[in-house]
């Protein structure tokens, strides 16, 4: 199951059933054929379309090799030790990715997507009686977990079992003699089958954790992907310099950053080349595509009709609801429950530091992003 295609998938179910309903037919009726003065709207002095996409055009490689020195640092770093995964220093740096994610989530996405479905451009009905933005991301959350759980329940049936039997038959198979951990000194049926049959075990749990990992980097790679199309999307169709200049900053940090962490995960989930070479692409090609469409649709896309503000205002509040589980639960409480920061109350105190230092970052961009 490839994570693009998941994503992609995603996307596009929501923008169809986000079309199709009946909250979006109601919306057309807001005030003024469909569009409306945004109070947040530019200034003329920053309206300036020329200046506005030369920023943009400078904005698509420059956050695409933000994204890609992001993602391909902590594959790259495979080959220096202290960055290795069972090193302090990659737990350390995995946190304060993870807080740029957690931080992204609740300072960027979420607060976009209140701003949008309680526009003004809105009808009060139904859009101003509901939280709907809460709403969605409680039950993205929730939707996260479901098929955070059924993904794992499929990779453990049609994975788990022929593991267990191969690694059994080994286990059944082998004498004590013939174990190269035991080197022939082992004596004694007893002693060699009790160790034979632990080595399995191991094993089983060795391949349970890698199919979590791989879980965490398909379902994070869905939500990173949705949410950098959404605020590419914005980007490419904005004509004000006031709000591009900060946000081409803004993006690359966060790209880099929120590459790292998806990179961490993809290095633990130990694909191949290919899939490891599918997920990069698709991380980092994602918002420069969402500013190219933005420049492709900026004479037809206005950000405050109704229909955008309530697809974006939606998808983001899906996008935040999935980042915040990731975030809490995959990432953070996984890596500080787990035995390596469990053993070390320093390192659990150092990598709290660094999840601090991360979302403080991002909540800092927030003031001009």
Same mark, same amino acid.
């Given at each position: 199951?490839?994570?693009?295609?998941? =994503?992609?998938?995603?996307? %596009?179910?929501?923008?169809? &059933?986000?079309?199709?309903? !009946? #909250? $979006?037919?109601?919306?057309?009726? @807001?005030?003024?054929?469909?569009?409306?003065?945004?109070?947040?709207?530019?200034?003329?002095?920053?309206?300036?379309?020329?200046?506005?996409?030369?920023?943009?055009?400078? =904005?698509?490689?420059?956050? %695409?090799?933000?994204?890609? &020195?992001?993602?391909?640092? !902590? #594959? $790259?770093?495979?080959?220096?030790? @202290?960055?290795?995964?069972?090193?302090?220093?990659?737990?350390?740096?995995?946190?304060?990715?993870?807080?740029?994610?957690?931080?992204?989530?609740?300072?960027?996405?979420?607060?976009?997507?209140?701003?949008?479905?309680?526009?003004?451009?809105?009808?009060?009905? !139904?859009?101003?009686?509901?939280?709907?933005? @809460?709403?969605?991301?409680?039950?993205?959350?929730?939707?996260?977990?479901?098929?955070?759980?059924?993904?794992?329940?499929?990779?453990?049936?049609?994975?788990?079992?022929?593991?267990?039997?191969?690694?059994?038959?080994?286990?059944?198979?082998?004498?004590?003699?013939?174990?190269?951990?035991?080197?022939?000194?082992?004596?004694?049926?007893?002693?060699?089958?009790?160790?034979?049959?632990?080595?399995?075990?191991?094993?089983?749990?060795?391949?349970?954790?890698?199919?979590?990992?791989?879980?965490?980097?398909?379902?994070?790679?869905?939500?990173?992907?949705?949410?950098?199309?959404?605020?590419?999307?914005?980007?490419?169709?904005?004509?004000?310099?006031?709000?591009?200049?900060?946000?081409?900053?803004?993006?690359?940090?966060?790209?880099?950053?929120?590459?790292?962490?998806?990179?961490?995960?993809?290095?633990?989930?130990?694909?191949?080349?290919?899939?490891?070479?599918?997920?990069?692409?698709?991380?980092?090609?994602?918002?420069?595509?969402?500013?190219?469409?933005?420049?492709?649709?900026?004479?037809?896309?206005?950000?405050?009709?109704?229909?955008?503000?309530?697809?974006?205002?939606?998808?983001?509040?899906?996008?935040?609801?999935?980042?915040?589980?990731?975030?809490?639960?995959?990432?953070?409480?996984?890596?500080?429950?787990?035995?390596?920061?469990?053993?070390?109350?320093?390192?659990?105190?150092?990598?709290?530091?660094?999840?601090?230092?991360?979302?403080?970052?991002?909540?800092?961009?927030?003031?001009?992003?």
């Amino acid at each position: 199951m490839a994570p693009p295609s998941q =994503a992609r998938a995603l996307a %596009l179910l929501i923008v169809i &059933v986000c079309s199709s309903s !009946p #909250l $979006l037919s109601h919306a057309q009726k @807001a005030p003024e054929a469909g569009l409306c003065a945004d109070p947040a709207a530019a200034p003329d002095a920053c309206h300036n379309v020329p200046k506005a996409l030369r920023l943009k055009l400078i =904005a698509i490689p420059t956050i %695409l090799f933000s994204s890609v &020195v992001g993602v391909c640092l !902590p #594959l $790259l770093a495979k080959s220096v030790p @202290a960055l290795q995964p069972d090193r302090s220093l990659f737990s350390v740096v995995k946190a304060f990715a993870s807080g740029v994610i957690l931080g992204t989530g609740y300072m960027h996405v979420l607060p976009d997507s209140f701003n949008n479905l309680s526009s003004p451009c809105l009808p009060v009905k !139904p859009w101003g009686e509901f939280p709907f933005t @809460a709403f969605v991301a409680m039950l993205a959350a929730l939707f996260t977990l479901m098929v955070d759980s059924l993904m794992l329940t499929f990779y453990n049936r049609n994975k788990g079992g022929a593991g267990r039997g191969s690694t059994a038959a080994v286990a059944d198979h082998e004498s004590p003699e013939q174990s190269p951990e035991q080197g022939g000194n082992w004596h004694g049926h007893g002693h060699g089958h009790g160790m034979a049959l632990a080595k399995p075990d191991d094993a089983e749990a060795g391949q349970m954790q890698l199919r979590r990992n791989r879980v965490v980097v398909q379902v994070l790679e869905m939500g990173i992907v949705v949410h950098s199309v959404v605020i590419g999307l914005g980007m490419g169709a904005s004509q004000s310099v006031c709000t591009i200049r900060p946000l081409v900053a803004a993006m690359c940090f966060h790209q880099m950053f929120e590459g790292m962490g998806l990179g961490g995960c993809i290095l633990q989930a130990e694909y191949g080349a290919r899939m490891k070479s599918g997920l990069v692409f698709f991380f980092s090609t994602t918002t420069p595509f969402g500013i190219a469409l933005g420049l492709a649709l900026t004479k037809v896309y206005r950000d405050n009709s109704p229909t955008a503000l309530i697809v974006v205002g939606l998808l983001n509040a899906v996008s935040a609801g999935l980042l915040h589980y990731m975030a809490l639960v995959e990432l953070l409480a996984a890596e500080f429950m787990g035995p390596k920061l469990q053993a070390s109350v320093r390192l659990q105190l150092v990598c709290f530091l660094a999840v601090l230092l991360g979302a403080g970052g991002m909540s800092v961009m927030a003031k001009w992003a």
